[in-house]
T-cell receptor, first 115, second 115 residues
Framework: DSGVTQTPKHLITATGQRVTLRCSPRSGDLSVYWYQQSLDQGLQFLIQYYNGEERAKGNILERFSAQQFPDLHSELNLSSLELGDSALYFC??????????????FGEGSWLTVV | AQTVTQSQPEMSVQEAETVTLSCTYDTSESDYYLFWYKQPPSRQMILVIRQEAYKQQNATENRFSVNFQKAAKSFSLKISDSQLGDAAMYFCAYIRETSGSRLTFGEGTQLTVNP
């Protein structure tokens, strides 16, 4: 158990819908990362937050947004869903983004299936 | 941009034998960290081993060890006394030692352990 908690574990929804994925980082971790893993692609970095502020943005679509709340949990919002958005979405956390060598621990992921 | 390359899409090993997974990376940075993550069929991302670029000594974790060649930008993972539970997808990952950086992953190597 990495200590990073993601909910829901599995989600099936229809095209055009909106979903929210939730992540609770490890106790004491201030930095949260979101990654997408599709079947035919590797792990793609989406976005990073540190102590409530956005710190880095990767290949995140405009239909997607995220935020980190004062209690440090984070949510990834996916809207106008398309079939191609079906993927495993990982949340990860680390203590401090300023020390990038801090190990990044991953949650178990949220499986999203768009039908 | 930093890239990570795993040239072996698939590898297999006999139980109790030793196998080495290859990884090369491209960076102009001098300070960075390298990781190997394991992704079993459950799809959870599990940290296997971590290496700091400024350390010449190769990291070791029980049956797992790395051969870090900084000049050659090579970071291979050696698994000794392979066990059935080692069967998984293995990802090599890189992160810079600067704020706001994120893990860059290789394409992965699927390891099969034969009884």
């Amino acid at each position: 158990d990495s200590g990073v908690t993601q909910t829901p574990k599995h989600l099936i929804t229809a095209t055009g819908q909106r979903v929210t994925l939730r992540c609770s980082p490890r106790s004491g971790d201030l930095s949260v990362y979101w990654y997408q893993q599709s079947l035919d692609q590797g792990l793609q970095f989406l976005i990073q937050y540190y102590n409530g502020e956005e710190r880095a943005k990767g290949n995140i679509l405009e239909r997607f947004s995220a935020q980190q709340f004062p209690d440090l949990h984070s949510e990834l919002n996916l809207s106008s869903l398309e079939l191609g958005d079906s993927a495993l979405y990982f949340c990860a956390s680390s203590v401090d983004f300023r020390t990038s060598g801090n190990t990044i621990y991953f949650g178990e992921g949220s499986w999203l299936t768009v039908v | 941009a930093q890239t990570v390359t795993q040239s072996q899409p698939e590898m297999s090993v006999q139980e109790a034998e030793t196998v080495t997974l290859s990884c090369t990376y491209d960076t102009s940075e001098s300070d960075y960290y390298l990781f190997w993550y394991k992704q079993p069929p459950s799809r959870q991302m599990i940290l296997v081993i971590r290496q700091e670029a400024y350390k010449q000594q190769n990291a070791t974790e029980n049956r797992f060890s790395v051969n870090f060649q900084k000049a050659a930008k090579s970071f291979s993972l050696k698994i000794s006394d392979s066990q059935l539970g080692d069967a998984a997808m293995y990802f090599c990952a890189y992160i810079r030692e600067t704020s706001g950086s994120r893990l860059t992953f290789g394409e992965g190597t699927q390891l099969t352990v034969n009884p």
